[in-house]
């Protein structure tokens, strides 16, 4: 039984495996100092390296931080009447901590500005892309907002989820075709349910949606139509966790179905607008919008909606 838990734990070790930061600091460092550079590298440096590495770093009383990986050398001087040490070295590092890298992956964020990315690449426009750290682990996603294909090529690159992104990280391609199971209850107490999926369309940020809805689980549509999402980071800096993971999303649909008690052939119109949150595969939203439904020639159900949901979504 030893045997077996001495196994597990090993197991589990491996599998938390990451790289490691080892700071010395000179006599004379202040411990507040030794601290912000020790956050510092840990924000800017450690998500870059693979899981077997380890960042060396020594920082004398003149503030010279000398920075080492394996073979490869770095030193910074830090001025000593700078405000935040931290904010300073992330700044620094984000460009010139890359020589401590052994190498970088093809496709990656290699550039960042005020409100995102980008990548010296022709990534297809309103295509959502994985962001890799240096161990392989997923550490966001990001959108294709624009790509200018002509020379120099260039993809400018929002995000939409997940954590602190740094330049060097590497991006793998996502499905173009997310598959979407959402849940919401409306302001009239009613539930409804959806399943659905949509395509980018050659013009960020809209996107062509099709599915299946029920907005109150008395009525069933095939629905398609148009729809669009902004993330916030698109406004505004991407470093609040809040921020990158806010959007705003509006949709216009249009409908064919039936009443499931009544029979018959139903046509609806929706157009909605709401708040997402985006947290991995899940999303929760909250919004409203106006709903219309008629059968023959007459009105089933007409008005204004307040709706809270949650949705899974698995991309193809």
Same mark, same amino acid.
């Given at each position: 039984?030893?045997?077996?838990?001495?196994?597990?734990?090993?197991?589990?070790?491996?599998?938390?495996?990451?790289?490691?930061?080892?700071?010395?600091?000179?006599?004379?460092?202040?411990?507040?100092?030794? /601290?912000? $550079?020790?956050?510092? &590298? @840990?924000?800017?440096? #450690?998500?870059? =390296?693979?899981? *077997?590495?380890? %960042?060396?770093?020594?920082?004398?009383?003149?503030?010279?931080?000398?920075?080492?990986?394996?073979?490869?050398?770095?030193?910074?001087?830090?001025?000593?009447?700078?405000?935040?040490?931290?904010?300073?070295?992330?700044?620094?590092?984000?460009?010139?901590?890359?020589?401590?890298?052994?190498?970088?992956?093809?496709?990656?964020?290699?550039?960042?500005?005020?409100?995102?990315?980008?990548?010296?690449?022709?990534?297809?426009?309103?295509?959502?892309?994985?962001?890799?750290?240096?161990?392989?682990?997923?550490?966001?996603?990001?959108?294709?907002?624009?790509?200018?294909?002509?020379?120099?090529?260039?993809?400018?690159?929002?995000?939409?989820?997940?954590?602190? /992104?740094? $330049?060097?990280?590497? &991006? @793998?391609?996502?499905? #173009?075709?997310? =598959?979407?199971? *959402?849940?919401? %209850?409306?302001?009239?107490?009613?539930?409804?349910?959806?399943?659905?999926?949509?395509?980018?369309?050659?013009?960020?940020?809209?996107?062509?949606?099709?599915?299946?809805?029920?907005?109150?689980?008395?009525?069933?549509?095939?629905?398609?139509?148009?729809?669009?999402?902004?993330?916030?980071?698109?406004?505004?800096?991407?470093?609040?966790?809040?921020?990158?993971?806010?959007?705003?999303?509006?949709?216009?649909?249009?409908?064919?179905?039936?009443?499931?008690?009544?029979?018959?052939?139903?046509?609806?119109?929706?157009?909605?607008?709401?708040?997402?949150?985006?947290?991995?595969?899940?999303?929760?939203?909250?919004?409203?919008?106006?709903?219309?439904?008629?059968?023959?020639?007459?009105?089933?159900?007409?008005?204004?909606? #307040?709706?809270?949901?949650?949705?899974?979504?698995?991309?193809?």
């Amino acid at each position: 039984m030893r045997k077996l838990w001495a196994l597990l734990l090993c197991l589990l070790l491996f599998s938390l495996s990451a790289a490691s930061l080892e700071l010395d600091s000179e006599e004379g460092v202040v411990e507040s100092m030794g /601290l912000s $550079v020790r956050r510092a &590298l @840990e924000r800017s440096m #450690l998500p870059l =390296l693979k899981e *077997d590495e380890i %960042l060396v770093a020594r920082l004398d009383a003149s503030l010279a931080l000398e920075l080492r990986v394996d073979d490869r050398h770095l030193t910074l001087n830090i001025p000593a009447h700078t405000k935040d040490v931290e904010d300073y070295l992330v700044s620094n590092l984000s460009y010139d901590g890359l020589v401590l890298l052994q190498e970088l992956p093809a496709l990656r964020l290699e550039f960042s500005h005020e409100r995102g990315f980008a990548a010296g690449s022709a990534l297809v426009e309103g295509r959502p892309y994985l962001v890799l750290d240096g161990q392989g682990n997923k550490r966001g996603v990001v959108v294709a907002s624009h790509v200018r294909r002509q020379e120099p090529v260039l993809a400018f690159l929002q995000q939409t989820s997940g954590k602190e /992104l740094l $330049v060097g990280m590497g &991006l @793998e391609p996502m499905g #173009l075709f997310p =598959l979407s199971v *959402d849940m919401y %209850l409306q302001g009239d107490g009613s539930m409804g349910l959806g399943v659905g999926t949509s395509y980018p369309l050659g013009s960020y940020p809209f996107r062509l949606h099709f599915g299946f809805a029920s907005p109150d689980l008395q009525q069933g549509y095939l629905v398609a139509g148009l729809g669009a999402a902004l993330p916030f980071s698109h406004l505004f800096s991407p470093n609040n966790h809040l921020v990158r993971s806010l959007s705003l999303e509006g949709k216009a649909l249009f409908g064919v179905g039936t009443s499931f008690s009544e029979g018959g052939l139903y046509y609806a119109a929706e157009g909605s607008i709401s708040l997402v949150y985006q947290r991995g595969a899940w999303s929760f939203r909250v919004g409203g919008g106006n709903h219309v439904s008629a059968s023959a020639g007459t009105l089933k159900r007409q008005g204004l909606f #307040l709706n809270l949901g949650t949705a899974y979504t698995y991309t193809l």
